[in-house]
């Protein structure tokens, strides 16, 4: 039965320590049996008391120290170890009796170890592979190398010895598995940490340099075979270095997080008054995630937003910052920063005050990118209104007169040559075909259907072709425009070409378009009088709100003579 979490969080640290007590008198009771049968082969008493008594003390500061838990996991496994480690020892007595159960234990310590590679830091293995891995390392130190006794031939004598088979044949299949397991253990490690986030790498390093150094060393002398030679005694001296370091390189983890409190609370002292921008940074260095985001609670709206007042998306590990009782904001991190959750815990607490003085600014910045957005929505509305009508004119009222002009130019043939009659249908007839041209001009100057039907340029032209004074298109290769730029374009054009030819009495105009910076640039130039001032209400306010609608500028430059208008149009909302 899985205990709850609860149970977890203050049951196991006591029970660690018990058992890590149990652990060292089990230690010492075995050194003490085994040190008459230390040779120059085995290891050392004191090599196999630091060992073994630093996988110990480390299991025991882990369970205390952080006693969330992922650590109590880890820590339990040290423990382990560091019981398994002296139990292997039990082979060196020169005791037949205790020396075969020390044979049936020889590796005990291999399959913990593997287990700790594997779940460190969360304490759980998170994919079928590794689990995999983790139990047939399980069954080999506890299945194979027992079942291979029954035919080890050792120096002291083998009670449970059956069959003798050469030395070769049982340390080959156990070294051909170990090194099986060790390349698949390294390649994991391996692709753990090229997948690893910055933050996670940080966490990982110490404890995966010295496993994948232990593992390599291991694989290395499980290939060049385990017999007396001199490299097998300088890869077992760095497989026993490895081993002893990492129980220390998981302590560095452990302790990191206070060391990692001090370095946070000098960084911290230079908040007061940083930009949001500048805080943000401050925050993403002092964690050690450049990815972070900072989310600004929003109360009435129950959402967040960036320092811009954009929405911020909660997809990620997140860690709130509350002050007084009240959410101020949010720390969207990296997941793997979780393991620091004293860390996590020290930067929500020393930026709250900061970060709820900008909270106000960004609430405004984005109530100002919503007023920005729904004025834009007008503006397409308005766009949308324009071609509705435009086209209710072409389809509707205008096809109607062409079709009346055309009844009454059949009428005045079927007159009879009645003068009279003839003049009054021939007047009727012009004065419809001067309606009918007031009314397409009406309509282009609602919406020009070739606006919509052929693009930007082609409306360009169309409107310099209409003009009674010479107007020059300067034109460049566009790419797709979306319709509020394309007819924002349009109208700046229009309304400018106009006041030129009405206000100005310029007799040239020059329309340049193009794309430069990631926007559309629009210029009209004219030779004119002047005495464009968009300060005075005149239609160029109009087009100022209209491009400011769409993030844009409007620029007017009068001269004596002539007068420029340039509109800036992003081709990408920000």
Sequence with gaps: MVEPEGALRHGPAPLIGVLAAAGACW????LAVTASGQHETSTGTTFSAAVGGCYLVAGVIAAYRRPDVP?????????LIGIAWFAEDVQISIDPAVHTVGLLMRSASSAFLVHLLLAYPDGALRAGLERALVRTCYVMVFGLVPASTLWLDTLTPNLLLVWDLPDWTVTRVVDGVQFVLGIAVTAVLVRRWVTASRPARRVLAPVFAVGLFGTGASVLDALFGTGLSRHHEVLVGLTRASTLALPLAFLSGVWRVRLGRTSVANLLARLPGSPPERLRDLLAEALGDPSLRVGYHRPEHG??????GRPVELDRAVTPVDRAGRRVAVLVHDPALQDDHHVLSAVASAAALELDNQRLAAEVRAQLAEVKASRA?????????RRRVERDLHDGAQQRLVTA????????QRSGGVAELDDLLRRSADSLEEAL???RELARGIHPSVLTDLGLIPALRALAARSPQPVDLVETDLPALPDLVAATAYYVAAESVTNALKHASASRVRIEVGVRDGSLRLAVVDDGTGGADPSLGTGLTGLRDRVSAVEGSLTVRDGAPGTTVTALLPLERP
């Design 27 to 30: 230690g010492a009771l075995v």
């Design 71 to 79: 650590v109590v996991r880890i820590g339990l496994l040290m423990v």
């Design 303 to 308: 959402d967040y937003v960036d320092a811009d």
């Design 377 to 385: 929505r007008i503006v397409a509305a308005g766009d949308d209104e």
């Design 405 to 412: 002009a055309l009844t009454l130019r059949l009428a005045r």
């Design 437 to 439: 041209a007031e009314l």
